[in-house]
């Protein structure tokens, strides 16, 4: 909307009725820049309002939306499919990056209005409504401009399983791992994920049954990208039960969490289809030796009787999968499938990734990353405390934690966060490196 001279005139310096109708008509228009200021397409950056996003995240996408620009450019000259189908990419952060800096424009534009002396009583209501509206609406657009930014995981759609496995600490990390699982499973049950425990083996102990090893498959879809913030070494610092002298022990517990893929492949994308030849995940079944065993366990007229149990090795990578929670053959043989495909997936995509690590470190000089066997975590129980190493977000409510309650989703989200911006971080240096090369 266009101001006249005539208009323009009546809301700075009338103060009649007509004045009190135009501003109402058209406040909302001319409080943003449209006064032909010409304001720095950066000025926002340097607002409080942008502590939602990194620098990294803000440097990345500078580099895109002006690849984009250099691209469009390009196409009003002359069409090229792949120049078209880059530009198509790119589109999506260009726009919105240009809403983030029109937003942080407005909210500098309306302080330096709320600042002015001059400005009156009732400009000045209207500028603080229109200054609240501008707030409000920049965590959305900053959230959109990171998704927008960040690599999806292959994997982040799909259902997942997640391997629990006591580490140093003897007994005592039995016990936290049978906690841990609890805590998994009231986690997924609390937020409709539908946990089913695949397996779950244990061993006995002098007064509680130490866990061995459990696996839960996680069936709701997008569980992995859920649930993959906890693949690492948990570490538990409590005094034990059995401890006369009340001295704390150190004890760890690993956790894995891979991908779950569905028994039908039809409608799953080719790239990730364990059946087709063509796909990074596929598995020759040739390459897989099936054994039968008799189940083994605590008793009963079915254990040891028949031969359920089953074990499969893919022999290439020595990945060994054995199951016999169930009572037929055929159900722990399509446990064990389901199992070993995950693994493999998991196994094959962290490969890939450390090739991409080794790549930046040979560009960057270095780039940091946590692997599955560092230690993500610490529950002290002592202090009541939960530290998750990475974030460094600490909450002291371990108890609400371990019950799977808001306390555990806080600290996940924390890790989904740094996880984001590690990945663009090293992105933005890449590219950065790339650009001083060339």
């Given at each position: 909307?266009?101001?006249?001279?005539?208009?323009?005139?009546?809301?700075?310096?009338?103060?009649?009725?007509?004045?009190?109708?135009?501003?109402?008509?058209i406040?909302?228009?001319?409080?943003?820049?449209?006064?032909?200021?010409?304001?720095?397409?950066?000025?926002?950056?340097?607002?409080?309002?942008?502590?939602a996003?990194?620098p990294?995240?803000l440097?990345?996408?500078?580099?895109?939306?002006a690849e984009?620009?250099?691209?469009?450019?390009?196409?009003?000259?002359?069409?090229?499919?792949?120049?078209?189908?880059r530009?198509?990419?790119?589109?999506?952060?260009?726009?919105?990056?240009?809403?983030?800096?029109?937003?942080?424009?407005?909210?500098?534009?309306?302080?330096?209005?709320?600042?002015?002396?001059?400005?009156?009583?009732?400009?000045?209501?209207?500028?603080?409504?229109?200054?609240?509206?501008?707030?409000?609406?920049?965590?959305s657009?900053?959230?959109?401009?990171?998704?927008?930014?960040i690599?999806?995981?292959?994997?982040?759609?799909?259902?997942?399983?997640l391997?629990i496995?006591?580490?140093?600490?003897?007994d005592?990390?039995?016990?936290?791992?049978?906690?841990?699982l609890?805590?998994?499973?009231?986690?997924?049950?609390?937020?409709?994920?539908?946990?089913?425990?695949?397996?779950?083996?244990?061993?006995?102990?002098?007064?509680?049954?130490?866990?061995?090893?459990?696996?839960?498959?996680?069936?709701?879809?997008?569980?992995?990208?859920?649930?993959?913030?906890?693949?690492?070494?948990?570490?538990?610092?409590?005094?034990p039960?059995?401890?006369?002298?009340g001295?704390?022990?150190?004890?760890?517990?690993?956790?894995?969490?891979?991908?779950?893929?569905?028994?039908?492949?039809?409608?799953?994308?080719?790239?990730?289809?364990?059946?087709?030849?063509?796909?990074?995940?596929?598995?020759?079944?040739?390459?897989?030796?099936?054994?039968k065993?008799?189940?083994?366990?605590?008793?009963?007229?079915?254990?040891?009787?028949?031969?359920?149990?089953i074990?499969?090795?893919?022999?290439?990578?020595?990945?060994?999968?054995?199951?016999?929670?169930?009572?037929?053959?055929?159900?722990?043989?399509?446990?064990?499938?389901?199992?070993?495909?995950?693994?493999?997936?998991?196994?094959?995509?962290?490969?890939?990734?450390?090739?991409?690590?080794?790549?930046?470190?040979g560009?960057?000089?270095?780039?940091?990353?946590?692997?599955?066997?560092?230690?993500?975590?610490?529950?002290?129980?002592g202090?009541?405390?939960?530290?998750?190493?990475?974030?460094?977000?600490?909450?002291?409510?371990?108890?609400?934690?371990?019950?799977?309650?808001?306390?555990?989703?806080?600290?996940?989200?924390?890790?989904?966060?740094?996880?984001?911006?590690?990945?663009?971080?090293?992105?933005?240096?890449?590219?950065?490196?790339?650009?001083?090369?060339?």
């Amino acid at each position: 909307m266009e101001l006249s001279p005539i208009a323009f005139r009546i809301l700075v310096f009338d103060y009649s009725p007509t004045r009190s109708m135009l501003v109402k008509s058209i406040c909302r228009s001319i409080l943003r820049p449209r006064f032909g200021l010409k304001l720095s397409p950066l000025r926002g950056v340097h607002n409080a309002s942008d502590s939602a996003l990194s620098p990294a995240l803000l440097t990345r996408a500078r580099l895109l939306a002006a690849e984009h620009t250099k691209l469009a450019e390009r196409l009003g000259e002359s069409f090229d499919a792949k120049t078209a189908k880059r530009a198509g990419e790119l589109a999506p952060v260009a726009n919105i990056l240009k809403e983030w800096v029109n937003a942080n424009d407005s909210i500098v534009e309306l302080n330096s209005l709320l600042t002015d002396p001059n400005t009156d009583s009732e400009l000045r209501s209207l500028a603080t409504e229109d200054l609240e509206s501008s707030r409000d609406a920049l965590p959305s657009i900053s959230d959109r401009l990171k998704k927008a930014l960040i690599p999806r995981h292959p994997f982040a759609d799909l259902p997942c399983l997640l391997e629990i496995r006591p580490g140093a600490g003897g007994d005592e990390a039995g016990l936290f791992a049978f906690e841990m699982l609890r805590m998994y499973v009231a986690f997924c049950s609390q937020r409709g994920l539908r946990p089913t425990i695949l397996k779950q083996d244990t061993e006995v102990g002098p007064s509680e049954d130490r866990l061995s090893e459990a696996v839960i498959e996680i069936e709701a879809n997008g569980a992995y990208d859920i649930l993959r913030t906890e693949s690492g070494v948990h570490r538990v610092q409590r005094v034990p039960a059995t401890e006369t002298k009340g001295r704390t022990h150190t004890s760890a517990v690993s956790v894995m969490v891979l991908p779950s893929f569905p028994e039908d492949t039809s409608e799953m994308d080719n790239a990730l289809n364990f059946e087709d030849p063509s796909s990074d995940y596929y598995i020759d079944p040739q390459e897989v030796r099936v054994e039968k065993m008799r189940a083994g366990g605590a008793g009963g007229q079915h254990v040891n009787k028949t031969e359920s149990a089953i074990r499969l090795t893919h022999i290439p990578s020595n990945t060994v999968v054995s199951m016999q929670d169930e009572r037929s053959q055929q159900a722990n043989r399509r446990k064990a499938w389901q199992v070993l495909r995950a693994k493999l997936a998991e196994a094959r995509q962290e490969a890939r990734e450390q090739e991409l690590m080794q790549l930046r470190r040979g560009i960057l000089g270095g780039v940091a990353k946590m692997g599955r066997g560092d230690k993500i975590r610490t529950y002290n129980f002592g202090q009541s405390r939960c530290t998750d190493h990475r974030t460094g977000i600490t909450i002291h409510n371990l108890d609400g934690i371990l019950d799977g309650g808001d306390g555990l989703e806080t600290v996940m989200d924390s890790v989904r966060t740094w996880m984001a911006d590690s990945e663009v971080e090293a992105m933005v240096a890449e590219d950065m490196a790339k650009a001083k090369s060339k």
